[in-house]
């Protein structure tokens, strides 16, 4: 059971990237899916999640309007579009996902970076300025 990362890397101030996180060994379908970062010397930030049993998604203030998470059941992945991407979103960015049926009544964004299940690798995202 696995979740792999992929499409990090250095952009400029504006530009956009697309991480991929492609789940194996088991079927998001049944999981909420959530994505993480952590700066160096700063504490870990979900910044967005998504309960696949009543569809809620959730965005951190820090990432509204600019950062979009989806997944793609037939391919098993779930996907977070950044777009006009700043410097203070340079970090270490993690997928992660944990059982549905762990929901609480407000929805994925009460669950903690704890209550997640399984964690990609981590990828880089680098943002100059």
């Known amino acids: 059971v696995q979740l792999v990362e992929s499409g990090g890397g250095l952009v400029q101030a504006g530009g956009s990237l697309r991480l991929s996180c492609a789940a194996s060994d088991f079927s998001l379908e049944h999981y909420a899916v959530g994505w993480f970062r952590q700066a160096p010397g700063k504490e870990r930030e979900g910044i967005s999640c998504s309960s696949r049993s009543d569809g809620r998604t959730y965005y951190a203030d820090s990432v509204q309007g600019r950062f979009s998470i989806s997944v793609d059941n037939p391919n098993n992945s779930l996907y977070l579009q950044m777009t006009n991407l700043k410097p203070h979103d340079t970090a270490v960015y993690s997928c992660?996902?944990?059982?549905?049926?762990?929901?609480?009544?407000?929805?994925?964004?009460?669950?903690?970076?704890?209550?997640?299940?399984?964690w990609g690798q981590g990828t880089q995202v680098t943002v100059s300025s």
């Open positions: 992660s996902a944990t059982p549905d049926y762990l929901m609480p009544p407000a929805g994925c964004s009460d669950l903690g970076w704890y209550d997640y299940t399984f």
